[in-house]
């Protein structure tokens, strides 16, 4: 895979998500500088108004959850990190001898990421980037929720095919859709209407510092569902861990080898290294 320093594409396709992602992209800087109490708002759809502790994100190890520790068991080979954030599993997985590469869209993140260590750093759209395929690709703390909705699912689950090698393996974490609570008026008049479709297609709406993001879609899906939808696309699906309140880890491996794509280039690699 050819590599560039901190380079990565020129236009990741997702302008909206970035500016909807500014107050998590924000909160992490102020922690990462020193700032301890740094705390971002989460309101969704689902009735969630969490306040969640920069902190969060900079956990070691041992703070762990199971369901991380038992995927960063798993993982073998060439490894692709997928919406690595600060780099905390990547970090874990270099530590133990993994040739791993951190794939972030936030500039900010990927900044952090090489400050605290982490060696491949690729800045990219994982919707859409394409340049080497990974013995694992690996997406923690709902990384498969930007696909926002069910159709997105469908796309990524495609093209997911480029990104796992032969005999590769897709490790992602999701759960049910849970309502908690009464939705916040103020923040669901900022939503898009929407209609009674799959309770997994969320809005969610972040806030640091009395700075409000845009809403963005946010994709919660069933065990069942996942399953259904990864056979469709060609892939077997099996679910190696669950946790609590439907929260699970599942393993997708290819069903079939799919035919060459244009993904295959061998120059289409846009991976940073230090």
């Not at 394409?130 to 069910?150: C, E, H, Q, S």
Request: aromatic fraction near 8%; glycine fraction near 12%.
């Amino acid at each position: 895979m050819r590599t560039t320093n901190d380079s990565g594409t020129d236009d990741l396709g997702d302008a909206d998500r970035l500016a909807a992602l500014h107050p998590y992209a924000r909160a992490l800087t102020d922690y990462h500088a020193g700032i301890e109490a740094a705390t971002l708002t989460l309101r969704s759809s689902l009735g969630e108004v969490d306040e969640l502790p920069a902190a969060l994100f900079f956990r070691q190890p041992a703070d762990f959850f199971p369901f991380e520790t038992y995927a960063l068991e798993l993982c073998r080979g060439r490894t692709l990190d997928v919406g690595a954030g600060t780099g905390i599993h990547s970090l874990e997985l270099q530590a133990r001898g993994i040739d791993v590469t951190a794939l972030e869209i936030l500039p900010k993140l990927t900044e952090i990421q090489r400050a605290l260590g982490v060696r491949r750093r690729l800045r990219a759209n994982f919707k859409t980037w394409a340049g080497d395929r990974f013995d694992t690709v690996l997406m923690l703390m709902n990384g498969i929720g930007p696909v926002g909705t069910l159709f997105g699912l469908d796309g990524f689950l495609t093209h997911a095919h480029r990104l796992v090698a032969s005999g590769g393996q897709l490790l992602v974490d999701s759960g049910e859709a849970i309502v908690v609570g009464e939705v916040d008026p103020r923040a669901a008049a900022r939503w898009p209407p929407t209609d009674a479709g799959y309770r997994g297609e969320a809005w969610i709406e972040l806030e640091y510092r009395r700075h409000r993001g845009a809403p963005f879609r946010e994709l919660y899906v069933d065990m069942g569902t996942l399953a259904a939808h990864a056979e469709r696309a060609g892939w077997s699906c099996d679910v190696v861990f669950e946790g609590e309140a439907g929260g699970y880890l599942a393993r997708l491996t290819a069903a079939e080898r799919l035919g060459p794509t244009d993904g295959d280039a061998a120059d289409a690699g846009r991976g940073v290294g230090t």
